[in-house]
């Protein structure tokens, strides 16, 4: 049933997919090129400071995520994540131009006549484009197949986008300035920051992947690697704390001072972030940040806790 399909009508299926999605949340505007015959991007997607069912104005826009939108007829299993292939000289146009991009796949199949679509989504990084194009470039690979992650609803989403915002126009430490951290680890900070708005939200970014940075004295904050984070719930009572291994770094503030279930997360195997269950609407900034010392190098950093290559 596919072959009955030219590519043009298959990426109008897609777009018209995502067009519909985002149509239920005041936060997200999409700009979609259909039918577009140039290469690169398909879009944007403007992303509003404004409550659900406000008028969108130009001067409230946060920032612009740009867009690649594909159609596939490809047969998948229907799983929360999929392996969709992407292809090298795409990757280097998004670095090239816009230093990032958000990838939507839309898996299509027909059933009694009508295309049911399912949509996906991964967020390549500067730090991600610039890790994967090498490794294409070193195993002589043009194209490659990549997790993306099926998207839930509108609001859930928009927890993700809030949260990648910063990630859009990232700083790429260069390898001479990595090999000065790790000569140097004294006085490198690690951080990441995370805004978590209510519970759905928060139920949203488990499993997605932030990139982590690091400031010292080289100056300007870079990007040098990134965290999963993965649901785990402890029984015990907690305090607002993060661990890093067993050295305590960060307390996170709340704007909500009410006692409740306490929930944790895991941040890989070795920082455990743990928050209170959130109230009514009351929202949360989390960050944490960890310092290098003498006994903590880079390199034992990323064999004992996996956060950086």
């Known amino acids: 049933m596919a072959l009955d399909f030219n590519n043009e009508q298959i990426e109008h299926f897609a777009a018209a997919c995502l067009i519909e999605y985002f149509a239920y949340d005041s936060k997200t505007q999409p700009e979609f090129k259909l039918a577009d015959k140039s290469a690169g991007y398909d879009g944007m997607i403007y992303f509003y400071n404004i409550d659900q069912g406000d008028k969108r104005k130009k001067e409230q826009v ?15 299993k229907d799983r929360k994540t999929e392996n969709f292939n992407i292809v090298l000289d795409d990757l280097k146009f998004y670095d090239k131009t816009n230093d990032h991009c958000l990838y939507f796949k839309v898996a299509l199949k027909v059933i009694n006549g009508k295309v049911i679509k399912t949509p996906y989504y991964h967020f390549f990084s500067k730090l991600e484009l610039n890790r994967l194009m090498e490794d294409m470039r070193n195993n002589n690979n043009t194209n490659r197949r990549i997790p993306f992650t099926k998207m839930g609803d509108t609001k859930s989403f928009q927890a993700i986008l809030q949260n990648l915002k910063g990630d859009l126009h990232q700083f790429v430490i260069s390898k001479e300035k990595l090999a000065e951290m790790k000569a140097n680890p004294e006085g490198v900070h690690i951080s990441r920051e995370l805004v ?6 928060l139920e949203s970014l488990y499993g997605e992947e932030f990139t982590l940075y690091a400031k010292g004295e080289f100056g300007e904050k870079g990007a040098v690697g990134s965290v999963t984070f993965e649901k785990q719930l402890f029984d015990e009572s907690l305090d607002f704390i993060i661990e890093f291994g067993y050295i ?5 503030q709340s704007t909500s001072s009410i006692d409740r279930t306490m929930k944790g997360i895991e941040i890989t195997k070795s920082i455990k972030l743990y928050i209170r269950e959130l109230a009514d609407k009351r929202g949360i900034n989390i960050s944490f940040n960890y310092s290098l010392n003498e006994e903590e190098t880079i390199e034992t950093l990323a064999r004992s806790h996996k956060i950086m290559e």
């Open 62 to 76: 946060e920032c612009v995520f740009y867009v690649q939108i594909k159609g596939t007829f490809d047969k998948i």
């Open 196 to 201: 978590i708005t209510d519970y759905s939200s």
């Open 248 to 252: 305590d770094t960060v307390y996170a």
